[in-house]
């Protein structure tokens, strides 16, 4: 038995699903799996960016959104796996500091994707100390779905980068799968910014 | 500290020139002394948002977010930084997004690190077989028509496409430092 199971935890779906309905123009990028389900099951949208691979990349993908849409705001939803196989891309961002960008893991403390191992996170790894340390001052925790409004305050303010660790139950809601085709998501999401095909 | 700075490369001023014909962006990179006159030139330019990155695959993720916000990001690297990459190449296989990287070549040519030499020789092969076009560029005369036919080949064709700097071309690197 460990400890982190008898903290209080969000649930996954609701949670992701009050903080969309907060922030309904931001641009959004999901990290592969889970996190991708709850987006989509939260209602599909043109301006979704769903990863089905490329672990690690969500957060570096969204900083290159983010510094090519500055007046825009960008919210990239992942877990906790996919953001520690990208660990580095956090520092990478605070060098930046892009004001209109916002980090939000949905820690499970596992791998729920593959057999829900048991990840850093829950084995010692602090995801917040780890942002504060890379250079992201505005990091924080939640663990309520009360939670949420906190996480979209910052999305709408566009007034600097922050990070926000959501602690998340390790359960595994029914699937509900985007769409896989990588081009007709991509070409949605751009004719939906209105930019034109090359 | 005191770096006394010493003129770049004209083929260096090229590569940059052409990038910003080019209206590029963003410049995503990890360091290597061939790339030095083009990272401090995006540096010293406000239109340009110049990325520092941790690993090389950053940049991958990076150039993919660019474009999906109608923006045009360049990677440079060193051909190690090209093994960091692999899976990550498949964000543009996966979507077809536009991709075009800058590659300084160690480990092929007048190298004196063997620990450069597994990685710079399957490099263009690591590249090819991630479905990237690659190009090469051997002699300074040939730089601006090279980097530029790649360039535009990504951002105008929505090609994948590298262009590999030679050793030839950026010189034998100088161990002693004196």
Same mark, same amino acid.
């Given at each position: 038995?460990?400890?982190?199971?008898?903290?209080?935890?969000?649930?996954?779906?609701?949670?992701?699903?009050?903080?969309?309905?907060?922030?309904?123009?931001?641009?959004?990028?999901?990290?592969?799996?889970?996190?991708?389900?709850? @987006?989509?099951?939260?209602?599909?949208?043109?301006? &979704?960016?769903?990863?089905?691979?490329?672990?690690?990349?969500?957060?570096?993908?969204?900083?290159?959104?983010?510094?090519?849409?500055?007046?825009?705001?960008?919210?990239?939803?992942?877990?906790?796996?996919?953001?520690?196989?990208?660990?580095?891309?956090?520092?990478?961002?605070?060098?930046?500091?892009?004001? &209109?960008?916002?980090?939000?893991?949905?820690? #499970?403390?596992?791998?729920?994707?593959? /057999?829900?191992?048991?990840?850093?996170?829950?084995?010692?790894?602090?995801?917040?100390?780890?942002?504060? /340390?890379?250079?992201?001052?505005?990091? $924080?925790?939640?663990?309520?779905?009360?939670?949420?409004?906190? @996480?979209?305050?910052?999305?709408?303010?566009?007034?600097?980068?922050? $990070?926000?660790?959501?602690?998340?139950?390790? #359960?595994?809601?029914?699937?509900?799968?985007?769409?896989?085709?990588?081009?007709?998501?991509? #070409?949605?999401?751009?004719?939906?910014?209105?930019?034109?095909?090359? | 500290? &005191?770096?006394?700075?010493?003129?770049?490369?004209?083929?260096?001023?090229?590569?940059?020139?052409?990038?910003?014909?080019?209206?590029?962006?963003?410049?995503?990179?990890?360091?290597?002394?061939?790339?030095?006159?083009?990272?401090?030139?995006?540096?010293?330019?406000?239109?340009?948002?110049?990325? @520092?990155?941790?690993?090389?695959?950053?940049?991958?993720?990076?150039?993919?977010?660019?474009?999906?916000?109608?923006?045009?990001? @360049?990677?440079?690297?060193?051909?190690?930084?090209?093994?960091?990459?692999?899976?990550?190449?498949?964000?543009?296989?996966?979507?077809?997004?536009?991709? $075009?990287?800058?590659?300084?070549?160690?480990?092929?040519?007048?190298? $004196? #690190?063997?620990?450069?030499?597994?990685?710079?020789?399957?490099?263009?092969?690591?590249?090819?077989?991630?479905?990237?076009?690659?190009?090469?560029?051997?002699?300074?005369?040939?730089?601006?028509?090279?980097?530029?036919?790649?360039?535009?080949?990504?951002?105008?064709?929505?090609?994948?496409?590298?262009?590999?700097?030679?050793?030839?071309?950026?010189?034998?690197?100088?161990?002693?430092?004196?």
């Amino acid at each position: 038995m460990n400890q982190t199971a008898m903290k209080p935890r969000a649930d996954r779906r609701a949670f992701v699903s009050r903080l969309l309905s907060s922030v309904p123009e931001a641009l959004v990028v999901t990290g592969l799996g889970s996190a991708s389900y709850d @987006v989509f099951a939260a209602g599909d949208r043109d301006l &979704n960016y769903y990863l089905w691979g490329a672990m690690g990349g969500a957060a570096a993908l969204g900083l290159g959104l983010a510094l090519a849409q500055p007046s825009r705001s960008v919210v990239v939803i992942t877990g906790d796996g996919e953001q520690l196989m990208g660990i580095g891309s956090l520092a990478t961002i605070a060098a930046k500091q892009p004001r &209109n960008l916002s980090i939000v893991v949905l820690d #499970n403390g596992h791998f729920g994707e593959t /057999g829900m191992q048991r990840s850093h996170s829950s084995l010692g790894t602090d995801l917040v100390a780890v942002a504060k /340390g890379f250079g992201i001052a505005d990091a $924080f925790t939640t663990d309520s779905l009360e939670g949420s409004e906190q @996480v979209a305050r910052r999305i709408l303010a566009r007034d600097g980068v922050s $990070f926000a660790q959501v602690f998340i139950d390790a #359960n595994e809601p029914p699937r509900a799968l985007p769409p896989r085709d990588g081009p007709f998501i991509k #070409n949605r999401f751009r004719a939906a910014l209105g930019l034109r095909p090359f | 500290m &005191n770096h006394t700075p010493t003129p770049a490369p004209a083929w260096q001023e090229t590569v940059f020139k052409v990038l910003k014909a080019g209206g590029v962006d963003q410049i995503a990179y990890v360091p290597d002394a061939g790339h030095s006159h083009v990272i401090r030139s995006a540096i010293a330019d406000s239109e340009i948002e110049d990325i @520092v990155l941790t690993t090389e695959e950053e940049g991958v993720a990076i150039a993919a977010g660019a474009w999906l916000g109608g923006k045009r990001s @360049v990677l440079l690297m060193q051909s190690s930084g090209v093994g960091n990459c692999v899976n990550m190449f498949s964000l543009l296989q996966a979507a077809d997004f536009p991709f $075009f990287t800058l590659v300084t070549m160690r480990g092929e040519y007048a190298e $004196f #690190n063997p620990w450069q030499g597994p990685m710079g020789k399957a490099t263009q092969g690591a590249l090819e077989l991630m479905g990237i076009h690659v190009l090469r560029v051997s002699h300074p005369d040939e730089v601006e028509e090279i980097v530029s036919a790649g360039y535009d080949a990504a951002f105008e064709a929505g090609e994948k496409v590298a262009v590999l700097l030679g050793q030839s071309l950026i010189g034998r690197k100088k161990w002693e430092r004196k």
